[in-house]
Every structure is written in C-alpha cells, then in structure tokens.
C-alpha cells in the first residue's frame, strides 16, 4: 500500500513539473502527508524536542526549544526527492502561530547540516490564518544559520533535495505553529 502511495505521489510530481503546475504540500488528515520527519538538536547532543501531527486541515508542529548542551533548534523536514523549482517565481505558505518567533522556510540544494541552504524567515502571533507570499529570488543563502547572500539566481533552484521548516532563534521556550500548504509556483 505504501508503495502505491509512493507512486502515486512521484507520478502527481513528475505530471505537475511537466506541465509548469504548482507544486503544492497540502497538509491535513485524509491528506498525503508523506514521508516528513522531525530532525532537532539531539542530533548534535540538545535536548530541544518536537513533533508534528495532522489536524483537519494542517499538520501542527510544536514543541519546545531548550539551549541546553548546545541545542537551539527543532525542524520538520519533508521527503527527500530532486525538485525543480527553477521555473517558479514564489513560494506560498498558508500558516498560523502562538509565538511571534520567526521560523524560517529551509530549502536544501544538499542535505549535510554544514553545506549553504537557501531560507526565509516567517512568523507572527496570530489566531487567524496569514498566507505568506515569498518571491524565491528573495531567499537567503545560509550556512550553519549564518547568512552568507541575500538573493538568488533561480537557475540555482533545479535540483532541490528537501523543503522544511526550523526553528533556530536560540531562544528557550514552547512553540506552535499550524501549517495548511506549501506551494512553490
């Protein structure tokens, strides 16, 4: 059954490349959620801890932050593939918070934690739904939570092995946040 799923889900990617559709993460029970995973700062020995499960219509990541042995971030990552995203102008997150923390939008060229991302921080306090619209050619390059340029070239933007989300202030304490899609279009 997996299989099938997993299928299906590459077919529905491949078909939407093609035809210069959206690529959209739709989240929410009865949703394919896929393979998305937690990745925190036990990886490095912290002791901040996350989860992320659906709700009607949204996966709801939350958890707490700790500084504790070094730590300082919690992520949810999604499955890992090879994204073409270089023929889209914007990314959409449709999203909702309990913290004025600003989480950022991770996107992975390469995967080991010590090699640049592209990021775009995002957040506010809000009980209502805010959709945020992000021109791709405005992402930063990253490297350990480092900025390293402002701005891409979109071209840089085929051959993207993951999408996430982290949070990485360094700043103790609990968060929630509420995301219902990710689209790149």
Known sequence: MWKAAILGFIYLFLYSQKMNEPLVFDFGEGKDFGR?????DGVMGGLSESKAQLSDDAVLFSGTVSLKNNGGFVSLRGPLGNYDLSEYSFCEIRYKSDTDRKFELLIEKETPFYLPKYRKKFGEKSEDWQTLKIPLRDLEIS???NTMAKGIDPKELAGIKRFGFILADKKE?????????????
Do not use: P
Not at 36 to 40: A, T, V
Not at 178 to 184: I, N, T
């Open 143 to 145: 490297r350990m939570g």
């Open 173 to 185: 304490g609990s968060f929630e946040l509420w995301v219902d899609y990710l689209k790149f279009y």
């Open 36 to 40: 998305w995973s937690i990745i925190n």
